[in-house]
């Protein structure tokens, strides 16, 4: 039989919510919109922020210019 899940189950993780780089796109822009999706603050402050966060976690995609993401890229946003 299979044990019942109890409350500190969390269950199954949830898929890592990425960006899926389209042409004209850059990462301030992703950023942004990231940051109103999450209905969180998307001033300059924190765009910046943000899209250091981005960067951060996408080195392998960024390489080392952070300007210059292709369409078809897939960036990986951090929480």
Do not use: F, K, M, Q
Not at 44 to 50: L, N, P, S
Not at 53 to 64: L, M
């Amino acid at each position: 039989a299979t044990p019942a899940p109890t409350s500190g189950d969390a269950g199954p993780p949830a898929p890592t919510p990425v960006w899926h780089v389209a042409p004209g796109d850059h990462l301030g822009h992703v950023a942004r919109e990231t940051l109103r999706d999450r209905a969180l603050a998307a001033d300059d402050v924190a765009v910046d922020r943000y899209w250091r966060r981005v960067i951060a976690a996408n080195t392998a995609v960024v390489g080392d210019d952070p300007d210059l993401i292709h369409p078809g890229d897939t960036i990986v946003l951090p929480d």
